[in-house]
């Protein structure tokens, strides 16, 4: 069974002279790049109206239109995994993920996934590239994710994403005091050492984020977080490199600081917080049928909000 693929890109700025496929495989991430490269020479990919071969550069503006078809896909079995719908209707589909959800099977996860839960809730989600997953949050971040249950949704998500007109606040408690908010702008690029991690790096791909506070204690900060674009690990590694890394996160996190006179609750519960301590709060999007501007938000869980309230107390204790 064969699926179509429409979208249109224009080539923004910073992928400019890049090679066709290469820009290609940055705006369509789900896909592989030979996936692309088949579609390029196939025809299936024009630039301003015209076919290219994969090598040919791009420029800034240029209009990108595909209309492929994906011959096969990645099947995965259907699981009676329970889910917090926060909004659905025939074309998107909104939950809370837990911390501990993978979002997408993978070698280390190859079931119990959102992807396995998805299929199980509406089974003709599977007809979709990745299951209609548009984009991720990491295994223990908790909070907001959409995803699409029609090819007109997915498309208009991916657009939405890629234009940057998707919006997506998070909260977030980081080690340290910070004195005001701010916008970090560091590209990142995965680690050269360390192929789990990422870094900021010089010739990574631009990331940008957006951080105000929300209230401060003796030794940490509670942060709001929206972001620019959607980097693997962005708010972790922005944060851990303005040197306000997450409490609990196990890669990106810096020494424990525990608050003068802590009560042993508080020094137990930032000892043993065991996740990065991230949950994406808000998500706003534009229906990709209706046009109509759609928000939600969700409360932090619990563990976060009871961090909170033990910081709280300790700053106010006589």
């Not at 657009?159 to 080690?175: K, P």
């Not at 962005?234 to 990106?252: E, K, N, T």
């Not at 229906?287 to 961090?307: K, Q």
Request: glycine residues 8%.
């Amino acid at each position: 069974m064969s699926e179509v693929i429409e979208a249109d890109f224009i080539i923004p700025l910073v992928l400019g002279e890049q090679r066709l496929d290469r820009a290609v495989s940055e705006l369509m991430p789900d896909h592989s790049r030979s996936r692309i490269q088949g579609w390029i020479r196939s025809g299936a990919v024009k630039v301003n109206g015209e076919e290219r071969r994969p090598r040919d550069k791009v420029a800034a503006n240029d209009v990108i239109s595909i209309y492929a078809e994906i011959e096969s896909l990645e099947r995965w079995e259907a699981e009676d995994i329970a889910l917090d719908v926060i909004y659905e209707d025939d074309d998107i589909i909104v939950i809370n993920k837990p911390a501990g959800l993978v979002v997408h099977p993978a070698a280390g996860h190859p079931s119990g996934t959102l992807v396995n839960a998805l299929l199980n809730h509406c089974p003709d989600i599977g007809k979709l590239p990745r299951a209609g997953i548009v984009h991720r949050l990491d295994k223990d971040t908790t909070g907001l994710m959409v995803a699409a249950k029609s090819l007109v949704a997915h498309t208009s998500l991916v657009n939405q994403l890629q234009n940057r007109t998707m919006g997506r606040e998070y909260e977030a408690i980081a080690t340290g005091v910070m004195t005001g908010g701010g916008y970090v702008d560091q590209p990142i690029a995965r680690h050269p050492q360390n192929r789990i991690k990422m870094a900021v790096h010089p010739f990574g791909k631009p990331a940008g984020t957006h951080y105000r506070l929300v209230e401060r204690f003796e030794y940490h900060t509670h942060v709001r977080l929206k972001l620019e674009t959607g980097r693997t690990h962005q708010i972790r590694v922005h944060m851990a490199y303005i040197h306000y890394p997450l409490v609990g996160d196990p890669v990106y996190g810096g020494r424990l600081r525990i608050p003068t006179g802590a009560s042993e609750v508080l020094d137990e519960t930032i000892r043993g917080f065991n996740r990065q301590a991230l949950h994406a709060k808000k998500l706003t999007l534009e229906h990709p049928i209706t046009g109509e501007e759609l928000s939600w938000e969700v409360d932090l869980p619990e563990d976060m909000a009871s961090l909170l309230k033990l910081l709280r107390a300790n700053d106010h204790k006589e």
